[in-house]
């Protein structure tokens, strides 16, 4: 069974460009959530989306986007990005919602860099 | 909302010892207690996690403790090898719905374990 998928996993953009990243959950995962994971703030959570809905959201400005397409697959948005938008950004998938007590698995993260 | 506290932040064990992380949480209402293993460039990987109505589980040489009227929960890894050298993270879920069921995580152990 394929883990976690995300695409790309290494990019660099500047400073006031957007990006766009990729998730395929595990098969049969509906639920997936969205991470950005940095040296001094560690992993926080940004927001999760279940049956195409978001469902949760961490404290990111409105600049950090998602949403997720009907086959479960998401995709994450920045805008107008800045540099301390530099990080590993991390997906993760479960069969349902995290709130329900189901279990998370990371994908290998995508690395964004903003010079 | 939740808060997660890990400690300590660096630890060095020779191969053979046993090592310790300890984790704290401030919500009574979490119930979910995932533990993760991050290797240099990776995804984090879940090695184990525990739910609020058990107080330890097991599996080979890791094993979880749950202390709920304490708060705090720990992971236990026996008989350290290298390739257990990694970042450990804990985490803590409060569950049930709303804006509270979320992954809240610790900002990570260094493990070095040293030939």
């Known amino acids: 069974k394929a883990g976690v998928t995300q695409t790309p996993r290494y990019l660099i953009k500047t400073r006031g460009q957007q990006v766009t990243l990729s998730c395929s959950p595990i098969s049969g995962h509906r639920s997936v959530s969205w991470y950005q994971q940095t040296p001094g703030q560690g992993l926080q959570f940004l927001f999760e989306?279940?049956?195409?809905?978001?469902?949760n959201k961490g404290n990111f400005p409105g600049r950090f986007s998602g949403r997720q397409f009907s086959n479960s697959r998401s995709e994450m948005n920045v805008s107008t990005l800045e540099l301390g938008d530099s990080a590993l950004y991390l997906c993760?998938?479960?069969?349902?919602?995290?709130?329900?007590?189901?279990?998370?698995?990371f994908g290998e993260g995508s690395w964004l860099t903003v010079v | 909302g939740e808060n997660v506290e890990q400690h300590p932040s660096t630890l060095s064990v020779q191969e053979g010892d046993s090592a310790v992380i300890k984790c704290t949480y401030s919500d009574s209402a979490s119930n979910y207690f995932p533990w993760y293993k991050q290797e240099l460039g990776k995804g984090p990987q879940l090695i184990i996690d525990?739910?609020?109505?058990?107080g330890e589980k097991k599996d080979q040489r890791i094993a979880v403790t749950l202390n709920k009227t304490a708060k705090h929960f720990s992971l236990h890894i026996t008989e350290t090898q290298p390739e257990d050298s990694a970042v450990y993270f804990c985490?803590?879920?409060?569950?049930?719905?709303?804006?509270?069921?979320?992954?809240?995580f610790g900002k990570g152990t260094k493990l070095s374990v040293k030939p």
């Open positions: 985490a803590a879920s409060s569950g049930y719905g709303g804006s509270q069921g979320n992954l809240i």
């Open positions: 525990i739910r609020s109505n058990v």
């Open positions: 993760a998938s479960s069969l349902g919602q995290i709130s329900s007590g189901n279990t998370i698995y």
């Open positions: 989306y279940f049956s195409e809905t978001q469902r």
